[in-house]
């Protein structure tokens, strides 16, 4: 499992490999020294239970989407199809627009999900299987609430 641990200082992105992961990492962003805390199943890629930075139980699934990729597909789509607007062929131009839109579909589909942690958003990513629930607002604030005071941030 590839963890992708966030500074409780700066959000620095920190990537971490959970079968041979450190006790301690340090931030290349601020030089924070991160304990982390590798439970059993996350070691061995089998589950997502506990967030190794802030000990956390509660996560969220989402689409591992890289937004530049989608947004390329839809800037090529879109210049393309200028060009042929421009020597008045609309149709083909539609046409291009919408398989650029329908390409960004396919990709979307395509993606993993990812796991990310409530409170530290510490993300997962591995052949596990993923139990967490969709992102859910409400709980969302209040666990990052609740992280935020313990780190001292608020
Ligand atoms: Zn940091
Ligand atoms: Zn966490």
């Known amino acids: 499992m590839q963890i992708l641990a966030k500074c409780p200082k700066c959000d620095a992105g920190l990537p971490v490999d959970a079968e041979d992961a450190p006790a301690t990492i340090k931030c290349g962003g601020c ?79 395509r993606l ?5 942690c409530y409170r530290c958003h510490t993300e997962f990513r591995g052949e596990y299987e993923r139990r967490a629930p969709a992102f859910d607002l409400h709980i969302a604030d209040l666990l990052e609430l609740e992280y935020e005071r313990r780190i001292g941030r608020r």
């Open 31 to 109: 030089g924070r020294e991160i304990p982390l805390t590798i439970s059993e199943p996350v070691r061995a890629d089998a589950a997502v239970d506990r967030c190794p930075v802030c000990a956390g139980a509660d996560f969220y699934i989402r689409k591992d989407f890289d937004p530049k990729v989608g947004l390329t597909v839809v800037i090529i789509g879109a210049l393309v199809s200028a060009g042929f607007y421009w020597f008045g062929r609309d149709l083909i131009a539609y046409g291009i627009l919408g398989s650029a839109a329908l390409i960004d579909l396919i990709v979307y589909g």
């Open 112 to 116: 993993k999900d990812l796991t990310v």
